[in-house]
């Protein structure tokens, strides 16, 4: 940091790029180790040292904010006692860190003046979700191989005295400078980094660490075992679900989920209730705790931080929360095992800029089984009732009806897909007769109801409507000892799965640049809008993504593809395509060896610098809704 000290003092007074201060340039004498020729030599290395294994790399965050720099600090995992080098544990090490530039902001904190004029620590913040960030990571990183003789001269290490790279842990933040003042700069990057990095090593919470290291093992160990159950999501005894609405963290005095007696399982030595792969239903009262449940199954699809309350609670990573999104694009899919018609349209390839209610939502499930999913998390609340639900009454009087509504085909999903369903409900009873198992909200309280909604549903059974009545866990409706069926309608199974086909994308209109215009355009502000070329895609409808540091890596993504795949001229070829799923897995398989900040550009100065890795179901739900794009059938 002496290095970095003397080239901030030797700046002009009145810099406004900080233009050194990035390329941080050193002179290497000729004749040394590093530069055995005859001729010194000056090159740029903006990695400064403090301690001799503490290191401050300083990047420029976009093309407009260069008194905004972005630091990449890497310390030694070993000086913090690490050994566990996974993703919770380096999420937890950036919580660590994370008050101790917090108190430096409030050392700088002046009510009357704005962070520019007085300068300000910028930082990630996670909530209560692990994901994959820029911001925290564990990497190797080579060693410093100098020694600095006076100002910006250094000399290399002979080759005998090289050392073999380190793993550290890296955290990404970034660092208001206050223009014009170097001196201020001095303070804030060379005087106050190193001691809040000093401070957050020798107040580091080890056992806390040695905590989230054996929670994050069992994380894993309940996803293994999901993976090969027949379960799609289990919820720990003692979990607290609610989520306070202030902090959105757990719920003060919220009641402790406890599955109940003869519905808990023992799984990696932890008790709670597991919710089966097929069809589900939770219902209940008003304010009874229902929809918090599904929530907490979507939460969990992500693993959650020590002290959540729905740690121990996972969920099959590929489930997809649907709902209705009126007024969503929709380009060239077959959502005819859903709607049969609509007027002037064909519902093989149903194109649309502004869909129904009905068609949106028949849509999303489609799409999500196309990119993986094989879980729907479906609250009826946000559902089209038309779509979810048509009693035999309204069957009766409607002779004409388009849509299958979702209660025919929920079984065929299950049975012909693999793709299984966990449904609140409160306002229907047709779900009730068909679902594998029933759920029972009451005061928060969770119980199974399956036999007796199964008996309610015979009382009221009209057997002229039912085709078919099929035991549960039987092929042939034959009795089990309890008389416990329920009914679906053989007719209806057409083979949905062999009507889900993929789709190839034409790269014409799918680019970062907009018409008539040179420069590429990319925004993501944080209304839940990503802004790339001609598109402003709306995101608010793709519940699962959680961060809008997941939305800027989804623009990052999406630029990246584009500009690789033939689109980045003003205009691309006509009738070129590409497989944007052999795409997207690809991106996906760089972004697992590189990084995902491999994917950002300091060229969008409307993007923010940390990310986080989407899912790619979550991705695909972002390009389905892009409206400049066309598809074709493969």
């Known amino acids: 940091m002496t290095r970095l000290k003397s080239i901030l003092m030797a700046m002009e007074n009145k810099t406004k790029n900080w233009r050194e201060m990035y390329e941080g340039s050193v002179f290497i004498p000729a004749g040394t180790p590093g530069n055995p020729s005859d001729i010194p030599q000056t090159v740029d290395e903006p990695t400064y040292w403090y301690g001799g294994d503490i290191s401050f790399t300083i990047e420029t965050t976009n093309r407009m904010a260069f008194d905004r720099p972005t630091v990449l600090c890497q310390l030694p995992a070993e000086s913090l006692g690490i050994t566990d080098y996974t993703t919770a544990v380096a999420d937890d090490c950036y919580r660590q860190f994370i008050p101790h530039l917090e108190e430096l902001n409030s050392e700088l904190y002046n009510r009357n003046k704005p962070p520019e004029e007085t300068g300000y620590y910028y930082m990630a913040h996670p909530q209560g979700e692990i994901l994959v960030r820029n911001s925290a990571y564990f990497t190797m990183r080579p060693e410093k191989d100098y020694n600095n003789h006076g100002g910006c001269k250094i000399i290399h290490y002979p080759d005998s005295e090289q050392r073999e790279p380190r793993m550290c842990l890296a955290m990404r933040f970034q660092v208001q400078l206050k223009p014009n003042d170097k001196k201020k700069a001095v303070q804030l990057l060379v005087n106050n980094l190193p001691a809040a990095v000093t401070s957050f090593i020798s107040y580091f919470d080890h056992e806390r660490s040695k905590n989230v290291e054996l929670l994050s093992k069992k994380q894993q160990d309940l996803r293994k075992w999901m993976q090969k159950s027949d379960y799609c999501a289990f919820l720990a005894n003692g979990s607290i679900l609610p989520r306070d609405p202030a902090g959105g963290g757990a719920l003060e005095g919220a009641v402790p989920f406890e599955a109940p007696e003869d519905e808990t399982i023992e799984v990696c030595g932890i008790k709670g209730l597991g919710i089966k792969r097929g069809v589900t239903v939770i219902t209940g009262g008003g304010y009874s705790g229902k929809s918090t449940v599904l929530d907490t199954v979507s939460a969990c699809i992500y693993d959650h931080i020590l002290g959540d309350g729905r740690e121990l609670c996972v969920t099959d990573a590929s489930a997809v929360t649907i709902s209705a999104e009126d007024g969503r694009s929709v380009k060239d899919l077959d959502i005819s095992p859903f709607i049969s018609w609509v007027p002037g349209g064909d519902t093989e390839h149903f194109t649309t800029e502004h869909?129904?209610?009905?068609?949106?939502?028949?849509?999303?499930?489609?799409?999500?089984?196309?990119?993986?999913?094989?879980?729907?998390?479906?609250?009826?609340?946000?559902?089209?009732?038309?779509?979810?639900?048509?009693?035999?009454?309204?069957?009766?009087?409607?002779?004409?009806?388009?849509?299958?509504?979702?209660?025919?085909?929920?079984?065929?999903?299950?049975?012909?897909?693999?793709?299984?369903?966990?449904?609140?409900?409160?306002?229907?009873?047709?779900?009730?007769?068909?679902?594998?198992?029933?759920?029972?909200?009451?005061?928060?309280?969770?119980?199974?109801?399956?036999?007796?909604?199964?008996?309610?549903?015979?009382?009221?059974?009209?057997?002229?409507?039912?085709?078919?009545?099929?035991?549960?866990?039987?092929?042939?409706?034959?009795?089990?000892?309890?008389?416990?069926?329920?009914?679906?309608?053989?007719?209806?199974?057409?083979?949905?799965?062999?009507?889900?086909?993929?789709?190839?994308?034409?790269?014409?209109?799918?680019?970062?640049?907009?018409?008539?215009?040179?420069?590429?355009?990319?925004?993501?502000?944080?209304?839940?809008?990503?802004?790339?070329?001609?598109?402003?895609?709306?995101?608010?409808?793709?519940?699962?993504?959680?961060?809008?540091?997941?939305?800027?890596?989804?623009?990052?993504?999406?630029?990246?593809?584009?500009?690789?795949?033939?689109?980045?001229?003003?205009?691309?070829?006509?009738?070129?395509?590409?497989?944007?799923?052999?795409?997207?897995?690809?991106?996906?398989?760089?972004?697992?060896?590189?990084?995902?900040?491999?994917?950002?550009?300091?060229?969008?100065?409307?993007?923010?610098?940390?990310?986080?890795?989407?899912?790619?179901?979550?991705?695909?739900?972002?390009?389905?809704?892009?409206?400049?794009?066309?598809?074709?059938?493969?």
């Open 355 to 634: 869909a129904s209610g009905s068609t949106s939502q028949a849509a999303n499930i489609l799409e999500a089984m196309d990119a993986g999913s094989g879980l729907l998390l479906i609250d009826e609340d946000r559902s089209a009732t038309n779509f979810m639900i048509r009693d035999a009454m309204m069957k009766e009087l409607i002779s004409r009806e388009p849509i299958t509504p979702f209660t025919e085909r929920v079984n065929e999903l299950d049975k012909s897909c693999g793709v299984s369903t966990i449904l609140v409900i409160g306002g229907s009873g047709e779900y009730l007769s068909i679902a594998d198992s029933i759920y029972l909200m009451d005061e928060y309280r969770i119980s199974n109801v399956t036999l007796k909604a199964r008996e309610i549903c015979r009382r009221n059974e009209d057997h002229d409507k039912v085709k078919e009545c099929k035991t549960a866990g039987t092929e042939d409706g034959e009795n089990i000892g309890n008389n416990d069926i329920f009914c679906i309608d053989k007719d209806l199974m057409t083979g949905l799965k062999d009507r889900t086909r993929r789709r190839i994308l034409e790269t014409e209109g799918f680019s970062p640049y907009p018409k008539q215009f040179g420069r590429e355009k990319l925004a993501v502000p944080d209304i839940g809008y990503i802004i790339i070329g001609e598109e402003r895609i709306n995101t608010n409808a793709v519940h699962d993504l959680i961060s809008n540091d997941q939305r800027t890596a989804i623009g990052f993504m999406l630029r990246l593809l584009e500009t690789r795949e033939g689109a980045g001229l003003l205009k691309a070829a006509e009738n070129e395509t590409i497989d944007i799923f052999q795409k997207v897995d690809e991106l996906y398989h760089e972004i697992d060896e590189n990084s995902i900040d491999m994917v950002y550009s300091g060229n969008f100065p409307e993007c923010e610098r940390f990310l986080a890795v989407p899912r790619k179901v979550d991705f695909m739900a972002v390009v389905n809704r892009m409206r400049n794009i066309r598809f074709r059938r493969g």
